[in-house]
């Protein structure tokens, strides 16, 4: 598993069989943070593919997860990005549903008095029970939120595996979270180049100038390259390196800067935190719509929103804890600065996206070579490796049946 | 004072849509802010930013990052600024609000709407030259087409 077709990345087939396999049924997809939704009533759209669905807060304090497709005439009834509601009506004929997603009111249903007599409405024999919206099953674990369509599936928990487990729990570890904000951007590729970015510890050396030059990954890092056993999802680990890298380290690397320095150093003000257990940087992908990052003091959620083969929305949520002081707060905000849509480490991350879509999109019988570090995926220690990436496509030739 | 204040506003504009970088940082004090923010943020008082620059030297940290680090398709932008209201004047300090649209410029492709929203901003008199003490770029677009990499 050593190569991969360019029409992997461009056919409307595949992409069509991707979002049901993977998107529709067998996986987790995230959806949102609890914090987001903290009040019963609150609700926060989000999408599973390109589904639209709603986080909702319940009177009883759970998290429900709603399709956002009203049972009568299909009417994606729900327009706003969030608030509260006691219960969602659709506009189109007013059927009412509680917070639960269940049907709780149909106008005329009864039909509608004229003269004396009941005209019209529904059948005498029509049921409310089970015409609710569609409700999928949820897994909240340490305050992040993943839903499904496919009521069959595994737990969350053995879902991840017990080594990308950890590494979840390592960021949601019972605290509190606080949202700082979020950033959108449509990147013109497919959906997957984003998993396989995350999941490339050989580019970010090269490609940012911001990593190599301030060593926060870099060559002579120490790293380690985990997996789930399907090798579906992974960890990307890694340690700061201090100090002027050897010349073997930045010998040929361009983007190596030696004279780079900030002129205002508080966007690289760096403070360790206790909960990190070492490693500066652990960069997670979870199969197939989320990546979690921390990279030092920066923690966000990035959602993969696929949109037709050749696009996708790319949803960043930056949050910080409950508990962190304002002067973490606002490092945290100042090394956002690295991250997002203008990132001086993530900016060109959509730029090069894009561009191997434009080379994909021209000859789709052509092939990505992946061989960096052999041709198994086992896991690895080092940043020469395109080992995550084997395992992923071995994953996705299983289940796609190709 | 306005027709000065429009003239600051006009060569900011042609400045950052000639990618004229160095000179970009002089439009503003040495200790200002810089905010490149989404309007759902701006509105909810939730403070990420896309980009947010606490002092003239980022500023000039991201003109190095534009030309050295920063790998990105070249593009042209090209601002259309409306006149700037004036919110409140106190104390030497200019508090406008004007509207802005980008359009980006992709070689060999057609012109884009790129982000379209409102500047918040701050202005003072310092050595007898108007400068920003303060720039919210707030932007009223959902989706940035992939990346921005310039100034707006």
């Known amino acids: 598993m050593h190569r991969v077709p360019y029409w992997v990345y461009t056919d409307p087939d595949t992409y069509r069989r991707e979002l049901d396999r993977f998107y529709y049924a067998g996986h987790w997809c995230y959806i949102g943070l609890e914090a987001e939704i903290p009040h019963p009533g609150d609700f926060r759209r989000s999408v599973v593919g390109e589904r639209s669905v709603i986080m909702v807060r319940t009177q009883d304090g759970g998290v429900r997860v709603l399709e956002n497709v009203c049972a009568h005439r299909g009417a994606q009834f729900c327009r706003e990005r969030q608030g509260n509601r006691k219960e969602f009506v659709c506009p189109y004929h007013q059927w009412a549903y509680d917070l639960e997603g269940k049907l709780r009111g149909i106008p005329y249903r009864r039909g509608i008095r004229q003269d004396g007599q009941l005209n019209g409405g529904m059948p005498a024999d029509f049921q409310m029970e089970g015409r609710g919206l569609t409700s999928l099953k949820v897994a909240v674990r340490g305050g992040v939120v993943f839903a499904s369509f496919d009521h069959s599936l595994e737990s969350f928990e053995d879902y991840l595996g017990p080594t990308i487990l950890s590494y979840f729990d390592r960021v949601f570890d019972g605290r509190k979270l606080k949202i700082l904000g979020y950033n959108r951007q449509r990147i013109p590729g497919n959906w997957k180049l984003m998993q396989e970015n995350i999941k490339d510890p050989y580019h970010p050396g090269l490609l940012h100038s911001w990593f190599v030059t301030f060593g926060l990954w870099r060559a002579d890092s120490k790293t380690s390259l985990k997996m789930d056993?399907?090798?579906?999802?992974?960890?990307?680990?890694?340690?700061?390196?201090?100090?002027?890298?050897?010349?073997?380290?930045?010998?040929?690397?361009?983007?190596?800067?030696?004279?780079?320095?900030?002129?205002?150093?508080?966007?690289?003000?760096?403070?360790?935190?206790?909960?990190?257990?070492?490693?500066?940087?652990?960069?997670?992908?979870?199969?197939?719509?989320?990546?979690?990052?921390?990279?030092?003091?920066?923690?966000?959620?990035?959602?993969?929103?696929?949109?037709?083969?050749?696009?996708?929305?790319?949803?960043?949520?930056?949050?910080?804890?409950?508990?962190?002081?304002?002067?973490?707060?606002?490092?945290?905000?100042?090394?956002?600065?690295?991250?997002?849509?203008?990132?001086?480490?993530?900016?060109?991350?959509?730029?090069?996206?894009?561009?191997?879509?434009?080379?994909?999109?021209e000859k789709p019988d052509q092939q990505c070579l992946l061989e960096m570090g052999g041709h198994d995926s086992e896991e690895a220690t080092n940043i020469a490796s395109e080992t995550l990436i084997r395992g992923m496509y071995q994953y996705w030739r299983r289940v796609m049946g190709v | 004072?306005?027709?000065?204040?429009?003239?600051?506003?006009?060569?900011?504009?042609?400045?950052?849509?000639?990618?004229?970088?160095?000179?970009?940082?002089?439009?503003?004090?040495?200790?200002?802010?810089?905010?490149?923010?989404?309007?759902?943020?701006?509105?909810?008082?939730?403070?990420?930013?896309?980009?947010?620059?606490?002092?003239?030297?980022?500023?000039?940290?991201?003109?190095?990052?534009?030309?050295?680090?920063?790998?990105?398709?070249?593009?042209?932008?090209?601002?259309?600024?409306?006149?700037?209201?004036?919110?409140?004047?106190?104390?030497?300090?200019?508090?406008?609000?004007?509207?802005?649209?980008?359009?980006?410029?992709?070689?060999?492709?057609?012109?884009?709407?790129?982000?379209?929203g409102r500047y918040l901003d701050e202005v003072v008199r310092v050595d007898g030259a108007l400068k920003f003490a303060s720039r919210f770029c707030i932007y009223d677009s959902e989706m940035i087409p992939n990346a921005i990499i310039y100034p707006i």
């Open chain 1, 229 to 361: 056993p399907h090798k579906r999802h992974a960890a990307m680990i890694g340690v700061r390196s201090v100090g002027k890298p050897a010349g073997d380290v930045v010998s040929g690397v361009t983007s190596y800067k030696a004279d780079m320095s900030l002129r205002d150093p508080r966007q690289l003000d760096i403070v360790p935190e206790e909960w990190w257990k070492g490693p500066t940087a652990v960069m997670l992908t979870l199969f197939p719509s989320l990546i979690i990052q921390q990279q030092v003091n920066s923690l966000s959620m990035r959602h993969i929103q696929p949109r037709g083969p050749g696009v996708f929305d790319f949803v960043w949520t930056h949050f910080a804890f409950e508990d962190d002081s304002d002067e973490m707060i606002q490092r945290r905000l100042l090394q956002a600065n690295l991250f997002g849509p203008s990132g001086y480490v993530s900016a060109d991350d959509g730029e090069v996206i894009e561009f191997s879509q434009m080379g994909f999109q």
């Open chain 2, 1 to 116: 004072m306005y027709t000065e204040l429009l003239q600051l506003y006009a060569e900011y504009t042609a400045t950052v849509d000639a990618g004229n970088w160095d000179r970009w940082p002089e439009f503003f004090t040495e200790d200002c802010v810089y905010k490149l923010q989404p309007r759902e943020n701006h509105e909810r008082g939730l403070p990420l930013a896309t980009l947010h620059f606490h002092s003239k030297g980022m500023l000039q940290d991201r003109v190095y990052g534009i030309r050295e680090t920063l790998f990105h398709d070249p593009y042209y932008q090209r601002h259309v600024v409306s006149l700037p209201r004036v919110l409140a004047v106190d104390r030497g300090r200019w508090f406008l609000e004007a509207n802005y649209a980008v359009f980006r410029t992709k070689l060999g492709e057609i012109s884009t709407v790129f982000n379209v």
